[in-house]
């Protein structure tokens, strides 16, 4: 029996499984495909962006050199600056096609932003990434099985019983991260809420007959949405049919110069088609992210169109959050109620995400009243205040979990503080455990931290920049748990250690 069956080989699934194998758990991968690597996930289709928290989870997990070596573009970082503020990024993205101008950007005002070896945006494949992380498993001990199509789950109090065809796979627990179809979803019987598709989206590499008709980049039209990569023959198209498109079998030709002539407004012509599809911006999320035994992580708990690139960079945050409660429970230290937590911060993530998408879609419609909200949006993205607004958004700079703190710092993802010796933070968690970082004189934290040696690094000693504190305690996913003034109690930080790392080991 295995701790986790994951199913599900994606970039979600392979990062859980890596959060769980440097925790110790025996992990188990099942994916459908029988190859890793498929046209799809390569570039130029299988192109993604990564946000600023995305990429600093791969650089707390030691993996940020290979995953910037395979990016095609990404944001200089800005650890060695001479100020202690980070640099303006390069990109910030669009919101419902209205591209964003990064200058426009006011880091000054993004909470609590500290210089990092970090960039803050990765425009990168999909099999690249998958690359990065089935290496890191693979040295961890995770165990990956391709091939296998998951058709039936049994469960019961003391585990879960995956079945296969003719094959049976037993696991304390079973994770889905096997996408917007997820076969664990529908056979764990979760609930499946949300709002049905205004489109139908197509993406294609293709070459067309006179590329001049059509401009590059994204383009709001008066009929729908159009977007042309110049150097590399991606075609994206968004044409509000309702969802009509029987999705059932590809996009034709013929088909797809259809859509593109009508989105556009030109008679530009389609030559040769090399991969093609369709999607709709479908808006559905799971009521809960567990049932018992099972859970959901990614498109298997939450689905909505790919504007903005949301979707990737909301599954890895799943993975992190979860990864290291999962593995406690796994292990047996997991404070009461630390694994229903999961469901409790990330949903509401998951909902903000899926109004976020529908946001997008309601300003891109092909009517009179989308456009004039078009106009005032593009109004809005001109100010320095709409579009930090918006990059915030789309960076995850503005999540914060609510955990029943009022200083402005807990919940949200630490800054990268650095020691006066040079140490990071991000140094300090690659080996998977919470962080206390001590900035008292006195070191007056270093008797309470001891008691979670296994769970708990401790590192003392002034920070170039503190930010005015005097400890933090960072959780296992990054996310500050406790801050604490010049002088931090002992008491009052172990009591925030207890609630989030269980019992000390004494």
Known sequence: MHDVVIVGA????LFLACELGLAGCSVLVLEREPEPGSPWRADPLGMRGLSDASVVGFYRRGMLHPLTAAAIVSDEPDADSDTDEPSPPRMAGHFAGMVLDAANVDVTALPYRLPTPAPGFMLISLDAVESVLSERAAKLGVEIRRGITVDALASDEEGVLVHAGD????ARWVVGCDGGRSAVRRLAGFEFEGTEPQFTGYTMHATLADPEKLSPGINLTPTGMYVRMPADGHIGMAD????AFDRSQPPTREHLQTVLRRVSGTDVTVSDVRLASSFTDRAMQTTT??????LLAGDAAHIHSP????????????????????????????PDGLLDTYTQERHPIGARVLDWSRAQVAVMKPDPHAQAIQGMIRDLL??????TYVFERISGSSIRYDLGSEHPLVGRNAPDFRLEDGTRLGDLMQDGRGVALDFSADRRLQASAMGW?????YAAGPARNDLGLGAVLVRPDGVVAWAGDRSPDPE?????????LGSPEI
């Not at 992210?289 to 099972?294: E, F, K, L, N, T």
């Not at 040696?453 to 690094?457: I, Y």
């Open 10 to 13: 994606g970039p979600v699934g």
């Open 167 to 170: 094959q049976e796979y037993a």
């Open 240 to 243: 509000f049919d309702g969802g």
């Open 289 to 294: 992210y567990r049932r018992g035994r099972v």
């Open 307 to 334: 504007l903005g690139g949301q979707g990737l960079n909301t599954g890895i945050g799943d993975a992190l959050n979860l990864g290291w409660k999962l593995a406690a429970t796994v292990n047996g230290h997991a």
């Open 382 to 387: 001109g100010t320095r205040d709409g579009t």
């Open 453 to 457: 040696e296994s769970r708990l690094r």
């Open 492 to 500: 009052v930080f172990e009591r925030a250690v207890g609630n989030w």
